[in-house]
Structure formats: structure tokens, C-alpha cells
């Protein structure tokens, strides 16, 4: 079936729905044939920007929440299809600071949706984890992989009046251009005259735009069969090559000499890794792998028989991948200018300056 089928008539919830990847679901999901979308959010005044954003459209709904509030939850998913649980403390820093609201929301919070969800027969429920979710070094990494197999756990739950509800995972790395991402970042260090600031000059990461990222989770939604981890397949950079190409390319519009602009190394953050993983070894025994996609079968299960039509429309087979950031091909300087002058990537007020002056795109 495919994604437009899937999503005709439907109504579909999106937790965190005015965040970075929430938001762009909900975008995305508009230009389906939907019944509904609701945005469920803690955020008001984001969620205030959205009505006017989409006023004129009367598929789409937007819920003031928390989603550790089981009531409210509850009250949203009822009479939903399908729900993307987007909604999280994501940035390690934070996270390594208040705990107790991490585990709060990124746990406490896993155990409201999936009550809800029991409780409303919803058909499927999609989590968005992160690369943080393996091997984790810190609070925001150990609350997602908690979180992945809180929703594994759930899908074997699934029996007698609750048999047929789906619970899978989608688990990517960065997000180019979301809140907090490091091209922002660069950007404002740049604009200010550096230095633009590195934490370890060996630190490499998969990398891809949110467009790209929110159409292999939306399309995640549509494969999964239920306790799987879906791994959407990035390109990885050195994030020493990525700043060296964002002054030269950044610099100009702010009229600085890319010259000038200082790199300094600061040291690795709590938690911070040198490389993303976005799968393990022990992940590798019952892995799948297609040209967009790995797909990681929950342990309790065996790999079944009828795998090579279950993921078929994925071209997933057997694998032993194990994906990370340090092993991984690294892009090309100019791979990675032409992924940062695609939409999205870079700030819109750049961009735009970039593309209005063919001189700054020639330097």
C-alpha cells in the first residue's frame, strides 16, 4: 500500500506536533487525503502560531497537553488510526541537568501514550527515538532506548481485546536545521565573527535535511508490522569539514573574511560521543537491510518466515550492519555545500541571501 492509501480517511495524532519533526509531519500529512490531524503539544504559544498556520483547514486540530496528563492523552487518541509519538526532552545538556524531568516526560510519558492507545484501539503507534538510544552515555540517550523497548514490550502485550494494535520505533540521527541542531549553531558563531566552536575535531555524525528525515518516518508508519526498529540510512560528515565549509560558504553574507573566523576546540560536553550509532552488534544478528532503510526485529522474536514479503515494498534482506557515524563513508566538501543550500538545511534569512547574490554561491 502506498503512503497515500494508507493515510486516506484516516485520523492521525502527532505528539510533540509543533516541534521541529512534529510540526513537519503534520505539514506533510496535510497534503494527504486525511480525515484529521491533531497536534497534541505543551507548547501554547506554538500551538497558537499553528492554528493561524493552518486556520483555513478545517482537518487540523490542535490539543494543549502534557503527555504524562493520562486524561488528556486519552481524551486526544480517542477515535484516532494512527499516532506519530514525537514529543520529547531531546538535548543532552538539558537533560543531563534536570533528569528527573527527562524521565518524566521521555518515560512517564511513553507509559501515558501507550495507555491511550490500548485503551482507544488505536492501529498503530509510531515512536521517533534517536541515535542517542544506542550505547547510551547519558540521561536523554538512556530515557529513549528505555522508551524503544517500552513500545517493543507493548507490541508483545498486544493480545486478546488488544490484539492488532501495532507498536514500532523509527530511530535517526541529526536533523539539519531543527532547534538546537549545530548549523544553527555555526551560523549565529559566524555571523558574530567566531570563533566557531568544535568539541572534538575527530567527532563525526549522520546528517540529514527534515524533509528527508519526516518522509522515511511517515513511510515508517506505513511498513511497520509491529516491534520493530526502523533505521533511516543518513550520510555522515566530520563536523570539522562541516564548519570549515559553513564559514566559507556563511561568512560573505555576514561580509567577514572566512579567514578571520577561528575554529576553536572546546572539549566534548557530558554525555557527548565522538560518533553516532545507529545500531550495535548485538542489533546486527537480526537486522534487515535495504537501500533507504535497516530494520532491527525485536529480540524476542525469531526472524520469521514470511520476511521476505512482509518488508518486501522495502526491499529489506538479511544483514549484519552495524551503522556508525565513524565508519561510514565521510561527505565531500562539496557534498556537504550542496546539502546545506537545499531547503531547509540553512536559515531561511541565509539562504535567501545566498541564492540572491550568484557571487557569494561562486566564492
Known amino acids: 500500500m502506498n503512503v497515500q492509501d494508507f493515510f486516506r480517511g484516516r485520523t492521525v495524532v502527532v505528539t510533540g506536533g509543533v516541534g521541529s519533526v512534529g510540526s513537519e509531519i503534520v505539514r506533510q500529512l496535510l497534503q494527504f487525503d486525511v480525515k484529521e490531524v491533531r497536534a497534541l503539544d505543551n507548547n501554547e504559544s506554538a500551538l497558537f502560531d499553528a492554528e493561524h498556520q493552518y486556520g483555513a483547514d478545517p482537518r487540523f486540530k ?38 528527573f524531568s527527562a524521565i518524566d516526560t521521555n518515560i512517564i510519558g511513553i507509559k501515558s501514550i501507550i495507555r491511550a492507545a490500548q485503551l482507544n484501539r488505536v492501529q498503530k503507534v509510531l515512536f521517533t527515538s534517536s541515535d542517542k538510544a544506542v550505547s547510551p552515555t547519558n540521561v536523554m540517550g538512556a530515557s529513549k532506548l528505555l522508551g524503544e523497548r517500552l513500545f517493543i514490550a507493548a507490541n508483545h502485550m498486544s493480545v486478546g481485546p488488544d490484539n492488532g ?26 555571523e558574530r565573527g567566531g ?46 569539514d562541516l564548519a570549515r565549509v559553513m564559514i566559507e560558504l556563511v561568512a560573505p553574507v555576514f561580509s567577514r573574511n572566512p579567514r578571520s573566523i577561528e575554529t576553536r576546540v572546546t572539549g566534548a560536553r557530558p554525555g557527548e560521543k565522538l560518533w553516532e550509532e545507529l545500531s550495535t552488534d548485538e542489533e546486527s544478528r537480526r537486522i534487515l537491510e535495504g537501500d533507504r532503510y535497516l530494520c532491527v526485529l525485536p529480540s524476542a522474536n525469531d526472524i520469521p518466515a514470511d520476511i521476505g514479503t512482509r518488508y518486501k515494498a522495502l526491499g529489506l534482506e538479511r544483514s549484519s550492519c552495524v551503522y556508525n557515524s565513524a565508519n561510514e563513508p565521510k561527505m565531500t566538501d562539496a557534498e556537504i555545500r550542496r546539502f546545506l543550500l537545499r531547503d531547509g538545511v540553512l536559515p531561511a534569512d541565509i539562504l535567501l541571501a545566498l541564492r540572491k547574490s550568484p557571487g557569494l554561491l561562486a566564492a
Open 62 to 99: 490542535a490539543y494543549q497537553a502534557d503527555i504524562t496528563n493520562e486524561w488528556e492523552t486519552l481524551r486526544v487518541f480517542s477515535g484516532a488510526d494512527h499516532v506519530f509519538h514525537t514529543a520529547a526532552l531531546k538535548h543532552v545538556p538539558s537533560c543531563e541537568r534536570s533528569p
Open 165 to 190: 494494535l501495532v507498536f514500532s520505533n523509527t530511530r535517526f540521527g541529526n536533523v539539519a536545521g531543527t532547534r538546537g541542531s549545530v548549523i544553527p549553531l555555526f551560523c549565529r558563531q559566524i
Open 195 to 240: 570563533p566557531v566552536t568544535l568539541t572534538d575535531e575527530r567527532m563525526t555524525r549522520f546528517i540529514m535535511s527534515l524533509e528527508e528525515a519526516t518522509q522515511l518516518v511517515i513511510e515508517s508508519m506505513v511498513h511497520a508490522r509491529g516491534g520493530e526498529t526502523f533505521i533511516t540510512k543518513m550520510p555522515s560528515l566530520c563536523v570539522a
